[in-house]
């Protein structure tokens, strides 16, 4: 699976002030990470965000996000956010910087 490359180059935008952020192929897509930790993803043309379990429930309450379900199980602490979710530049960074917040609160690998 392809990745939107356009959605892609606006989360290293938001990114770019970090010099702590590796990009990864993961999942069919692209993904962004922090000490070896997932924060955010590209696949296709979705943002997949890791928020924890702690702020799963209440992400899953936003319009256009829904479980992240790669595998046919959905994964706890994962959503997917639908391109309408993130079309405001300020939308797209509230996203990134809260999944790079949780992975931060993780150890390093």
Do not use: C, Q
């Not at 939107?4 to 935008?13: F, I, T």
């Not at 993904?31 to 702020?55: C, K, Q, T, W, Y």
């Not at 992240?68 to 706890?76: C, I, K, L, N, V």
Request: net charge negative; glycine share 12%.
């Amino acid at each position: 699976m392809a990745y939107d490359e356009g959605l892609a180059e606006r989360v290293r935008e938001v990114l770019s002030v970090r010099e702590d952020i590796a990009e990864k192929k993961m999942f069919g897509g692209l993904s962004f990470l922090l000490d070896g930790n997932m924060a955010v993803g590209v696949i296709g043309e979705e943002l997949i965000v890791r928020v924890g379990p702690h702020d799963y429930d209440e992400a899953l309450t936003h319009e256009h996000t829904r479980a992240f379900d790669f595998t046919g199980r959905a994964m706890s602490g994962w959503v997917v956010v639908g391109p309408e979710g993130f079309e405001e530049d300020e939308d797209l960074t509230d996203w990134v910087l809260r999944g790079v917040g949780f992975a931060g609160s993780l150890p390093p690998k």
